[in-house]
T-cell receptor, first 115, second 113 residues
């Protein structure tokens, strides 16, 4: 158990809908990261928050947004869903900023299926 | 633009033998390299890392080798055990890039008795 909690584990929805994925980091971790893993692909970095502020952004679509709340949990919002958004979404956390190769602790992921 | 590549999607090895996983990268700014291991229905877990100032890092049965001139790293598992059967991801970052790790597509390792 990494200590990172993601809910829900599975989500099935239709195209055009909006969903929210939730992540609780390990106790004491200030950074939260979101990654997307599509079929047969590696994890693609979406976005990082550190202590409530956005710190790094990857190839995150404009239809996607995230935030980190004062209690440090984070939510990833996906809107106007398309079939291609079907993927496994991972949340990770770390104590610091993630610089200098700091290791990340991953949750078990949310499997999103868009039908 | 895939900056980290794992060209072998799968590897089968006998228990007790050596497993060698390879990873290539294209971005010369990368200076930290990490390996993560993933079991089904779980998130990736950190295995071992190396910074660009080293060419080797060892942790028990796991050793990572870095060849900067070739932009290549490898993970050696000796001896391989059935519990090592998992997907292994290579990841890289530039030291000042916060937590923006670039991951390879992964290599599925199967250790047979």
């Amino acid at each position: 158990d990494s200590g990172v909690t993601q809910t829900p584990k599975h989500l099935i929805t239709a195209t055009g809908q909006r969903v929210t994925l939730r992540c609780s980091p390990r106790s004491g971790d200030l950074s939260v990261y979101w990654y997307q893993q599509s079929l047969d692909q590696g994890l693609q970095f979406l976005i990082q928050y550190y202590n409530g502020e956005e710190r790094a952004k990857g190839n995150i679509l404009e239809r996607f947004s995230a935030q980190q709340f004062p209690d440090l949990h984070s939510e990833l919002n996906l809107s106007s869903l398309e079939l291609g958004d079907s993927a496994l979404y991972f949340c990770a956390s770390s104590v610091g900023t993630g610089a200098l190769g700091e290791k990340l602790f991953f949750g078990s992921g949310t499997q999103l299926s868009v039908l | 633009d895939q900056q980290v590549k794992q060209n072998s999607p799968s590897l089968s090895v006998q228990e007790g033998r050596i497993s060698i996983l390879n990873c290539d990268y294209t971005n010369s700014m990368f200076d930290y390299f990490l390996w993560y291991k993933k079991y089904p229905a779980e998130g990736p877990t950190f295995l071992i890392s190396i910074s660009s100032i080293k060419d080797k890092n060892e942790d028990g049965r796991f050793t990572v080798f870095l060849n900067k001139s070739a932009k290549h790293l490898s993970l050696h598992i000796v001896p391989s055990q059935p519990g090592d059967s998992a997907v292994y991801f290579c990841a890289a970052s530039a030291g000042d890039s916060w937590g923006k790790l670039q991951f390879g597509a992964g290599t599925q390792v199967v250790v047979t008795p």
